[in-house]
Each structure stands twice: as structure tokens, then as C-alpha cells.
């Protein structure tokens, strides 16, 4: 019987459907200005309508505020998030944090690092302008068990030392934390295009998804700079992906209205199969 029993469940799990998780990456410009057509008051009607529509089952943000990260909260009901503020290690200064979907996802473990000399502690690091971190969570999919790591970033914009030794420490942390080999993403705003040789170092460790991707859509480009009248060339967000995840879809999402952005970055997000 229990024989029977066990190649029961191995013929259940071999005809379970194949689960497409989608993933998205946001810098959703922080609470500034605060007037004006650009303000966070006036573009956070479409954007969490935005996230509403295209349902990725996790988000990756960067560059959220406090107030902002309450709001999302609040009207995204179907998610909940990890991470920290990076001035504190609480709620003070901009998150990366990760939103996912709570009917489909559990954490397992979650933390937050700070791309510096001491990533264990609230800290600048090397020629940054600015506190920078990186969130990880260990998800669990609810339905099949199968379990994933994302990671989430926003490196410096001026310190080329710290954009350097972020990229290094990240993919170290990366190595290890995921013993078991488990399918990673990274996602982020990096500040630097695809030429700079720390996202040529981020695409030999992992994969640019756009890369690899069956399907691309979208610009070139994904900051916009809120100017809606040029076009978009400059990428300087990604999701990195490991070696074991084949991605389907990868496209970078211009949706405006009234001749506005939600915000000066466009997300982009892909799918694949856990």
C-alpha cells in the first residue's frame, strides 16, 4: 500500500500543470515633487491600477518612501511585502522592497543587507552618495511547493566604486545564501547601461532576461525621465535571472495616459515557468 501510495503522489505531481510565476521590477520615483503634474498624489491612481491590471505575483520597487510604501500597502490588498527602510533598518529613508501575491506565495526567510563594507548593519559604502540595500525573500508557491529566491536593489548613482563593489557583493551574497540551488531573480534599478562592466559581470553570473527571453516588447529603454515627448534608449533596470530559469516573456511596460508617465522609470516585467 505504501508503494502504491507513493506512485500515486509522483504521477500527481508529474501531471501538475506547469505554474507561470511573472515578476516585476519598479523604481516608482520617490514622493517628489510635490506638485505638479509629476507628483506622487497625481500619478498614484494609475500606478496602483497599473500593478492592478498586470497582476505580477511579485513586485520588486525601489525608490519607495515611507508614506508611499503605507499607500501600497493599503490599496494592493492581494499583496503583502518584505523589507526595511535603508536609513534605519526600519521605516526611515526609500525601500526596495518586495510585494507578492498572498493567495500564491508564502516567505520562507526574508532580509535585508546594505551594500557596503558592513552589509549586516546600516552603512554607506565605498564612494556612495547615499545608503543603499538589497531585499531577499525565500518564497514558497503555495500550490506546488516549489520554492524560488528574489532579490531586490537600487544601486548608487554617482559612486562608480560603489556600483563596482555592489555587483560583487550582491553575487556573493547570492552564492551564499542559495545553497540548495533554488531558481533566483534579481531585479533593480542599477544605474548604469548595459555597456558598464558590472552589468556584463551581472550577466555572466546570472542571465539578462532580455536576453534569453523567447519574447521581448516594449523600448529599448526603460528611464524616461518623465519626458514624454522623447523617446526611451537609456536601460538602467533589470531582472537577472539564474541559469535554470527559462523565460518566456520580457517586456518593458510604457503605459501613459493624458500624456503623463506613473513614474520617470517604466517597470519590466517577465514570466516563466517555477
Not at 551581472?202 to 516588447?217: A, I, P, W
Request: charged share 25%.
Amino acid at each position: 500500500m505504501k508503494h502504491i501510495l507513493t506512485l500515486t503522489f509522483l504521477i500527481v505531481l508529474m501531471v501538475l500543470p506547469a505554474q507561470e510565476l511573472k515578476i516585476m521590477s519598479y523604481n516608482i520615483k520617490l514622493d517628489s515633487p510635490k506638485e505638479g503634474k509629476n507628483s506622487w498624489t497625481n500619478r498614484k491612481p494609475f500606478f496602483i491600477n497599473q500593478i492592478k491590471f498586470y497582476e505580477p505575483d511579485v513586485l520588486g520597487v525601489q525608490e519607495a518612501m515611507p508614506n508611499q510604501m503605507k499607500e501600497m500597502d493599503s490599496l494592493l490588498v492581494a499583496y503583502s511585502f518584505v523589507g526595511v527602510g535603508r536609513d534605519d533598518g526600519k521605516d526611515a529613508g526609500e525601500y526596495s522592497a518586495i510585494f507578492y501575491k498572498n493567495e500564491k506565495l508564502k516567505v520562507i526567510e526574508s532580509e535585508t543587507f546594505w551594500l557596503s563594507e558592513t552589509p549586516d548593519k546600516v552603512s554607506m559604502g565605498w564612494d556612495a552618495v547615499c545608503n543603499r540595500v538589497c531585499t531577499y525573500a525565500l518564497f514558497e508557491e503555495i500550490e506546488t511547493g516549489k520554492k524560488f529566491y528574489m532579490f531586490n536593489t537600487h544601486f548608487d548613482h554617482v559612486g562608480e566604486v560603489a556600483r563596482v563593489k555592489s555587483a560583487l557583493l550582491i553575487d556573493k551574497k547570492i552564492k551564499e545564501i542559495n545553497t540548495k540551488n533554488y531558481p533566483v531573480v534579481l531585479s533593480g534599478d542599477f544605474n548604469m547601461e548595459d555597456t558598464h562592466e558590472s552589468i556584463q559581470f551581472l550577466s555572466k553570473s546570472l542571465k539578462d532576461s532580455k536576453e534569453v527571453s523567447e519574447l521581448t516588447f516594449g523600448p529599448v529603454g526603460t528611464f524616461n525621465g518623465f519626458h514624454f515627448d522623447k523617446p526611451v534608449t537609456r536601460r538602467i533596470d533589470y531582472l537577472f535571472v539564474s541559469k535554470n530559469v527559462e523565460v518566456k516573456k520580457y517586456a518593458v511596460l510604457s503605459d501613459s495616459w493624458d500624456l503623463k508617465y506613473p513614474s520617470d522609470h517604466f517597470p519590466i516585467m517577465i514570466s516563466f515557468d517555477l
